[in-house]
């Protein structure tokens, strides 16, 4: 058997040219940093809908996942402005105790927080 064969994948590998340099003023539009600045005020449709159909706000504390509003989407769960308030009252409690996961039981729904 041939070494050079078993270990030879050099060859396999495309060489690439050292000497490419990018050409100097070739920005043709906003930088990545500024494109991600703009972006990160943006609420997902998800994340407006509930807003909108609870009546809430972000202050709140009470933040759902994109995964978790599209369950309760799904499954045709709401919560009042009421009820946002008093699960945002109990994850303050539970937080003020040290929990960093907790189960909590509202109006026939069960949520981890």
Do not use: C, W, Y
């Not at 509930?50 to 996942?65: E, M, N, P, R, T």
């Not at 937080?95 to 981890?112: F, P, Q, V, W």
Request: proline residues 5%; positive net charge.
């Amino acid at each position: 058997m041939d070494l050079k064969k078993v270990t030879g994948f050099e060859s396999l590998i495309p060489s690439t040219p050292t000497g490419i340099k990018k050409p100097e003023g070739s920005n043709v539009g906003p930088s990545f940093r500024d494109t991600l600045d703009s972006m990160g005020t943006l609420q997902s449709p998800a994340k407006q809908g509930l807003a909108q159909q609870a009546g809430i706000a972000a202050k709140d504390g009470v933040k759902f996942s994109n995964h978790a509003i599209e369950r309760m989407r799904t499954r045709g769960i709401s919560f009042s402005p009421e009820d946002i308030s008093r699960l945002s009252e109990a994850v303050g409690k539970a937080a003020a105790k040290g929990s960093k996961d907790s189960l909590i039981l509202m109006n026939e729904s069960a949520l981890i927080v």
